[in-house]
């Protein structure tokens, strides 16, 4: 499946510098002003996805929000010379605290749509199209289960590698590649009923 056209535009992502990391584990106003601005677009986007039929604006928002708090509070144990980069550490915290966020027991508020601003204008019926597929696509992203999901959300919309993704969700990079398999096998599935009903 072929899900180019859905990656984050900002995959060519920025790497926030030491000195930047360490002005904001220092509490310093400008850094951490910074540091939310070069990933935050990431994090909304990843937590959007993640939340699925769950997701709105303030769910998104409170969530992001608590992200960046953990962010803040575990900076300081982050090292630079380490073996994640800094974008992967955050994106394990974003998993961690959007599986937690999933475990509560909220009712689904509304469904999952694909609300990408600034894409370029496009014939009605393409538009219509790939409105459509993407739709059925996040509503089965939305049916596998969190562990699969989130390795599959990394790997397609935010065009991490497996070192990457084996990182931020603390497994070895076979079971991330087992986990990609049996998500996808799972959307070309879907995709192939699609096909067949029209």
């Known amino acids: 499946m072929d899900v180019a056209h859905a990656r984050d535009p ?3 992502r920025e790497e926030l510098d030491g000195t930047t990391i360490a002005a904001a584990s220092r509490g310093e106003p400008w ?16 937590a959007w996805r993640m939340l699925g039929p769950r997701a709105t604006r303030s769910t998104t928002a409170e969530l992001v929000q608590e992200v960046y708090a953990r962010v803040f509070r575990a ?16 994106l394990t ?10 475990r509560r027991k909220r009712p689904s508020l509304s ?8 894409q370029p204008a496009d014939r ?3 538009l219509r199209e790939r409105a459509e597929l993407g739709e059925r696509i996040a509503a089965e992203v ?3 289960t969190p562990a699969l999901r989130s390795a599959f959300i990394l790997r397609a919309y935010h065009d991490r590698s497996l070192a990457e993704i084996a990182n931020a969700l603390d497994i070895d990079e076979g079971t991330v590649k087992s986990r990609l398999h049996r998500a996808r096998q799972s959307l070309q599935a879907a995709l192939e009923e699609v096909r067949h009903e029209a």
């Open 10 to 12: 900002s995959a060519a």
């Open 31 to 46: 850094a951490a002003r910074r540091l939310v601005e070069c990933t935050q677009r990431s994090v909304h986007r990843y």
């Open 75 to 90: 900076l300081p144990r982050y090292r630079t010379d380490g073996p994640a980069r800094f974008t992967t550490w955050l």
């Open 93 to 102: 915290i974003a998993h961690r605290t959007a599986v937690d966020e999933l």
């Open 111 to 118: 469904p999952l749509g694909d609300l990408q601003p600034g």
């Open 124 to 126: 009605p019926d393409r």
């Open 142 to 144: 939305q049916k596998l």
